[in-house]
């Protein structure tokens, strides 16, 4: 049988494997799919292992995405501009093809709930690796501006310059914001320590869109303060989890499966609904 894995380091309450065989069974497709969790200093090993032992493809999360950028054959263009890789297919001429599906989760869960981006005022929080790869699919669906704010101003400045030849990307500092703004996604760390990007609350107003890359079982800190602050359109990243790896699993197996059911169930395992 086929077989792919995750590899991420911690990666034991990583969801990838239940969303993956729910799309194996939903497209009648024969494969498995494991986790692994190499000490940090064993990823590449431990990948060349398994494609050596006839692994068909994988996926790569914290903290090995950027060491997996270096290691494969050849990137896809997404995954060049992201400096990262999330997804790895062994192609039928033995090539190891590096690619990253997570801006185009995030694009796609957006989509899923009706958010507009072409022509809207963007604003994406953070300027670490998840914003550098949700950069490239965000221009790509040509936003009016995308307002790029971090709490190191310079790596926010940084990230601009390199984008600036695929669409209007600024970068302004938390105090220098000014709306109004029809979505805000979070992509710092800063919920996982229950914590709150320095955002004024004035920017946050009944029409606005906010999008957190963080999920739980309950809202994330930045959702239930936005809630308070009046934002009526809230998503947290448990969507554009299921997405990505929907693309993930088109790259490998050339079938698209459908995310609505997937998801539904991963709320119900997590105690969301
Ligand atoms: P990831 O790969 O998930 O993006 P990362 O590269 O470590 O992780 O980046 C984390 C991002 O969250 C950074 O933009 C970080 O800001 P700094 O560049 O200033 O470190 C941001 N971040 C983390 N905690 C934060 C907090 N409490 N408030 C605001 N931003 C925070």
Redesign the pocket.
């Known amino acids: 049988m086929d077989r792919y894995l995750v590899f991420g380091h911690p990666v034991r309450h990583s969801k990838s494997p239940f969303i993956h065989t729910l799309f194996a069974r939903q497209t009648q497709q024969e494969l498995e799919y494991g986790l692994a969790e190499p000490a940090i200093d064993e990823f590449a090993h431990a990948l060349r292992t398994f494609f050596d032992q006839g692994g068909k493809g994988c996926n790569v999360t914290?903290p090995f995405?950027e060491q997996a950028f270096t290691m494969v054959d050849c990137l896809s263009p997404r995954a060049k501009r992201a400096g990262?890789v999330n997804t790895i297919k062994l192609t039928d001429d033995g090539v190891l093809l590096g690619d990253n599906t997570d801006g185009a989760g995030l694009v796609a869960d957006l989509k899923s709930h009706g958010v507009t981006l072409a022509d809207s005022r963007l604003l994406l929080?953070?300027?670490?690796?998840?914003?550098?790869?949700a950069l490239a699919p965000l221009l790509a669906e040509l936003p009016s501006e995308l307002v790029i704010a971090?709490?190191?101003h310079t790596?926010?400045q940084q990230l601009a310059a390199e984008f600036h030849d695929l669409g209007p990307v600024i970068a302004q500092t938390?105090e220098q914001l000014a709306g109004p703004f029809d979505l805000v996604i979070n992509?710092?760390?800063?919920s996982?320590?229950g914590?709150?990007?320095?955002l004024a609350p004035a920017l946050i107003h009944t029409d606005i869109a906010i999008y957190d890359?963080m999920y739980g079982a309950s809202d994330t800190a930045f959702i239930s303060w936005a809630k308070q602050h009046g934002a009526r359109q809230t998503m947290d990243g448990l969507g554009m989890l299921v997405e990505q790896a929907a693309e993930a699993f088109t790259v490998w197996r050339g079938i698209r499966p459908g995310t609505k059911q997937v998801l539904r169930e991963l709320k119900r395992n997590l105690g969301a609904i």
């Not at 992509?187 to 800063?190: D, E, G, K, L, R």
């Open positions: 914290v995405k990262a929080l953070g300027a670490g690796g998840a914003a550098r790869g971090n709490r190191t790596k926010a938390y992509s710092t760390s800063a996982l320590q914590e709150l990007p320095p890359m």
